[in-house]
Structure formats: structure tokens, C-alpha cells
């Protein structure tokens, strides 16, 4: 199994959730989140005044998939978050030793299972 997790721009988030529902993930997280990678934050300018964002709202998706599935998802994100622009995000896929459901019990596959 694996934990897919990616940072998204906000505004690509509904193209990014239609695309991995097609892909087959069958349940995620999102969170609302802050950082910066390359661009360190940017600079704007509010009634005349000019200031810097150091950390940019971004959205933070996370998604366990069994083995066979990660590739087809994260294909699907890179797709749909792509903008060509700096600060489209990242994707991290990590192992994912195990997985309980709490309501029913089931463990690993099952319990990630649609």
C-alpha cells in the first residue's frame, strides 16, 4: 500500500479531485494548508502599500492507495494540478505499513478497499 500525498495550488483542487476519483481512489483527505518551496512567498501590493506573503495558501491532499493503484493516481494529479507556472506543487508517495477501519475492523487492502 502506499500514502500518496500532494500540495496543490486551491484553485486546481477540483479538477485534481475529479481526476483521481477517475483514477480509482475511492476516499482522501484534503487540508487546508500554508508554505513555500523555490518561490520563498511573493510580494503584492494592497492600497498602494507593498507587501510580502512569505508562506502561500495551498491545499494538501492525502490519499492511501493499494500498490497497483499510486502510479495511476499520481499521473492523474500531475495532470490535473499542472499550470505551468511556478508553484504547482509537489506529489510524495511514502509506504504504507498498515491501515485499520475503525468502525468495521478491517486492516490493509480492505479496509481502503471502495
Same mark, same amino acid.
Given at each position: 500500500?502506499?500514502?500518496?500525498?500532494?500540495v $496543490? @495550488?486551491?484553485?486546481?483542487l477540483? =479538477?485534481?479531485l475529479? &481526476?483521481?476519483?477517475?483514477?480509482?481512489a475511492?476516499? !482522501?483527505?484534503v487540508?487546508?494548508v500554508?508554505?513555500?518551496?523555490r518561490q520563498?512567498?511573493k510580494?503584492?501590493?494592497?492600497?498602494?502599500?507593498e507587501y510580502?506573503?512569505?508562506?502561500?495558501?495551498? $491545499? @494538501?491532499l492525502?490519499?492511501?492507495? =493499494?500498490?497497483?493503484? &499510486?502510479?495511476?493516481?499520481?499521473?492523474?494529479?500531475q !495532470?490535473?494540478a499542472?499550470?505551468?507556472?511556478?508553484g504547482?506543487?509537489?506529489?510524495f508517495?511514502?509506504?504504507?505499513?498498515a491501515v485499520l477501519?475503525?468502525r468495521?475492523?478491517?486492516r490493509?487492502?480492505?479496509a481502503?478497499a471502495?
Amino acid at each position: 500500500m502506499k500514502m500518496i500525498t500532494a500540495v $496543490v @495550488k486551491p484553485s486546481r483542487l477540483d =479538477a485534481v479531485l475529479e &481526476a483521481v476519483t477517475e483514477a480509482g481512489a475511492s476516499g !482522501l483527505t484534503v487540508t487546508e494548508v500554508r508554505g513555500y518551496g523555490r518561490q520563498k512567498g511573493k510580494t503584492e501590493i494592497y492600497r498602494g502599500a507593498e507587501y510580502e506573503v512569505k508562506l502561500l495558501p495551498k $491545499v @494538501k491532499l492525502e490519499i492511501a492507495v =493499494a500498490d497497483d493503484g &499510486a502510479e495511476a493516481i499520481v499521473a492523474a494529479i500531475q !495532470l490535473a494540478a499542472n499550470t505551468g507556472k511556478i508553484g504547482d506543487g509537489k506529489v510524495f508517495v511514502q509506504d504504507l505499513e498498515a491501515v485499520l477501519r475503525i468502525r468495521t475492523g478491517e486492516r490493509d487492502a480492505e479496509a481502503i478497499a471502495g
